[in-house]
């Protein structure tokens, strides 16, 4: 270190950046080469090298000034990883690339290789948040760009690989199946991550699948790009601890190289992604680097880092050693390369100065405007379409009534069902059918008029899922569109994150609820966020099917049935449907499968396990939860469903809860109350007009909720309505707060029949 390094008032920017002038300056120049500069290093490439890597440095020490300056705001830097260039100059444009936060030298590199594309601009606008910003309209700092194909990402720990997995996997598959999508056949998958990364279970997972489906026979061209420099934040990585790891592995070819070498980081950078394309295989790259300037613009690295480690990482800036080798072999002088250095401060200190003025978001409707874009007469006019046509354009659900599940004892007035008309003319309308035949049915009408359409997850394929709900749709429609995965439902999430950007529409199974929690920033961190970052540039359309909730007899504990998803419902933008009903099951996933391809939504699709084979209501042998579903039915989202028109009361509930009540509404019936209960349906968005409107009919709402008191459904429930200025009486019963026990015990702990008709007659009373 120089003794400036020492004395307070000099910045970790001050001295990096005085360090690189004063180590070209003291540089002698070199005698031209003649060939090459080593194999497949021309000057040329060189050149292009250093002009990357010093525009990602002078970046960095713009976003500190802004920082220091309050016109910009948090960021993290690339210097010392400036050696990923490499991979720019290795790969084609038209490779994906899902990028740790500290590849900015290989964005710079990518992008200058696009026409019209100014990373320098692109950079600082979303540093400093502005609306411009083009890939998150000033959403969020993140390295992305749609025509450079660069997928944004946030910093989330290696979050972003098991979608990279899933990706790599698509492409190929997109292509034997000949699903349009913007990557071609022969692409490789770029994914970057740190060496602190590496040890997150999400990343060990993550490869662990690459490397067990290639183990299959499937193709799976991902590159793996480890840039260790050594230390996440303040913890020290082993200096062996990423070859050991990943070094040896059976299925994963391993590359070593020196980041800080510009030689030894192209040469290997090209041989991995040429050993990648050719094998269409994953490869593993570890590419050692330097951090420089701490963790982040907050850092105060001398806090938890000896002064000579500092000063051997300054020694090692890859910056200096692609203009030492520069001039060393004569193709610049130290002046020459002072003067492109300082060309390229200057543009990004004026483009700065330009930037920072920009606009930024002025209202929450254009920060949320890419979380749920809404087109519902596109989503219908999807769910009606017939295979290459369209279906004759039939209303929903209308009060075409059937008097099995009389609730107010008038035979005329009970159930909204399909009417004739909305039958697909000319098809074989089918019999009365189960939740979980009818969910099978209809992924099979969606498998078979859609080639975009997958079906995947924890023995879904051979075993045709744990409840029968997927049985033989692998065997109709083979295993590229319905198949297997690992027992990981983060790498069950990726390959439906990746399958997505590959223009399908994935459907994955999550085989429990309470496993998705094992997931969750699948979900959160990367499915619903995409459009976020990218201002719907890029999209997740995407259903997935989770079997969910309690009940279940002889069967079960806490992991088997579980009623939580207050985690779900608290991700913005998500949709949730959750049917009770053969008919209703059809509709809503025909209308998911169509928001997730029209308006490129994130769906879940809730499964209540208890009602997958149940075929009475009121009395056993009655058959009176069978029912036909249709073909060509669409659920608007966010529509609820009614039973019955009483004036009484109304009983707001969904999924277990639905039965349940009809049969206290029958009971209560008996006792000359009139009764309408509610299915919400959709549990996100939550079905308000209909709330409002249905509550207003009786003035009275019980809300019968078999999640939990805290954190359930009905919390929203009571707020929306209280907010809507309803001016009624509202009660609401629950689940206790509570896991759910083995056998008997759980009667205890979870709404039943018996709490809502006691809640329905304290209402009643008041």
């Known amino acids: 270190m120089s003794e400036r390094d020492a004395k307070p008032g000099f910045s970790p920017g001050q001295v990096l950046d005085d360090g690189f002038r004063a180590a070209v300056g003291a540089l002698t120049p070199g005698r031209a080469v003649a060939a090459d500069i080593a194999p497949g290093v021309t000057s040329e490439v060189l050149l292009e090298l250093f002009e990357s890597q010093a ?87 993140v390295f992305g760009s749609k025509p450079a194909a660069i997928i944004p990402q946030t910093s989330t720990i290696a979050s972003h690989l098991p979608r990279a997995v899933g990706l790599a996997f698509a492409i190929d598959r997109a292509a034997r199946l000949g699903v349009p999508n913007e990557w071609p056949s022969d692409a490789v998958v770029l994914c970057s991550f740190g060496d602190a990364s590496a040890n997150h279970s999400t990343a060990a997972g993550a490869i662990n699948a690459a490397i067990h489906t290639a183990r299959q026979g499937v193709p799976l061209p991902i590159l ?40 030894d ?8 992604a040429a050993w990648v394309r050719e094998h269409r295989k994953p490869a593993f790259l570890h590419m050692r680097t330097v951090r420089l300037m701490g963790h982040a613009g907050s850092d105060v690295e001398s806090a938890y880092r000896r002064p000579t480690d500092i000063a051997a990482d300054l020694l090692r800036d890859p910056v200096t050693a692609t203009a030492r080798l520069l001039v060393a072999t004569g193709v610049v002088t130290p002046v020459e390369v002072l003067e492109r250095y300082d060309d390229i401060a200057h ?129 109709q429609f083979g295993k590229r569109r319905v198949f297997d995965t690992l027992l990981d439902e983060q790498s069950v999430l990726g390959t439906a994150l990746g399958t997505a950007l590959a223009g ?45 909730y309690a009940y279940q007899k002889g069967f079960g504990g806490h992991f088997h049935n579980d009623n939580s998803i207050a985690a779900l419902r608290d991700i913005p933008g998500l949709v949730i449907a959750s049917p009770s009903r053969a008919d209703d099951a059809a509709a809503l996933l025909r209308t998911c499968v ?13 499964e209540p396990i208890a009602l997958y084979h149940t075929r009475d209501l009121h009395e056993p042998g009655d ?17 609820a469903r009614v039973y019955g028109d009483g004036t009484d009361l109304t009983i707001v509930t969904f999924a277990n809860g639905v039965p349940m009540s009809l049969r206290v509404a029958r009971r209560l019936a008996d006792r000359g109350v009139r009764t309408r209960v509610l299915d919400l349906r959709w549990l996100s968005p939550l079905p308000l007009d209909d709330l409002l409107q249905h509550a207003r009919a009786t003035g009275r709402v019980l809300i019968a ?58 209402l009643l009373a008041e």
């Open 55 to 141: 525009t990602s440095r002078q970046l960095d020490l713009a976003a500190r000034r802004l920082g220091a300056s309050k016109r910009g705001f948090y960021s993290i830097g690339s210097s010392g990883h400036e050696g990923n260039a490499a991979l720019g100059v290795a790969l084609r444009v038209t490779d994906p690339a899902l990028l740790h936060y500290r590849s900015g030298a290989f964005f710079v590199q990518r992008t200058r290789r696009v026409p019209g594309l100014d990373p320098i601009r692109d950079v600082l606008l979303g540093i400093v948040a502005a609306a411009a910003d083009p890939i998150s309209g000033g959403r969020h700092k």
């Open 224 to 263: 793996f790009l480890c840039e260790d420099n050594g230390i996440g934040i303040s913890v020290p990585t082993p200096a062996d601890w990423i070859q050991q790891a990943y070094g040896s592995r059976a299925g994963l070819e391993y590359f070593g190289a020196d980041g800080c070498d510009p030689v």
């Open 265 to 272: 980081a192209l040469t290997t950078s090209t041989a991995a």
């Open 347 to 475: 543009r990004v200190t004026a483009t700065a100065e330009l930037v920072w003025r920009e606009p930024k978001l002025t209202s929450a409707a254009s920060v949320i405007a890419p979380l749920a874009p809404n087109h519902p007469a596109q989503v219908r006019e999807d769910v009606l379409r017939v295979g290459a046509g369209r279906a004759d354009q039939h209303e929903p659900l209308n009060a075409a009534v059937s008097p099995q599940f009389d609730t107010s004892g008038n035979t005329s007035r009970n159930v909204v069902q399909p009417a004739d008309s909305e039958l697909n003319h000319g098809a074989v309308v089918p019999d009365p059918m189960t939740l979980g035949q009818s969910i099978n049915r209809t992924l099979a009408n969606l498998l078979s008029r859609d080639p975009d359409v997958l079906v995947f997850g924890e023995d879904v394929g051979r075993k045709g899922g744990v409840y029968g709900v997927t049985k033989g749709l692998q065997k």
């Open 504 to 548: 399908f529409v994935p459907i994955p199974e999550i085989q429990y609820l309470a496993y998705v929690h094992n997931a969750a920033d699948q979900l959160r961190g990367e499915a619903a966020t995409l459009s976020f970052f990218s201002a719907g540039q890029y999209r997740n359309p995407m259903v997935v099917r989770i079997a969910g």
């Open 594 to 606: 169509s928001a997730a391809r029209v308006d490129g939504r994130v769906c879940i699709y809730l």
């Open 623 to 639: 058959n009176a939860w069978l029912a036909t579903p249709s073909d060509t039915t669409h659920a608007e989202i966010g529509r």
């Open 705 to 762: 909720d078999e999640t939990r008191h805290s954190g359930g459904v009905s919390e929203s429930l009571c707020a929306a309505l209280i907010d809507a200025g309803f001016d009624g009486r509202i009660s609401r019963v629950t689940s206790e707060n509570s896991f759910i026990p083995l056998g008997p015990a759980a009667d205890t702990v979870l709404l039943d029949e018996a709490k809502i008709e006691t809640a329905a007659g304290k």
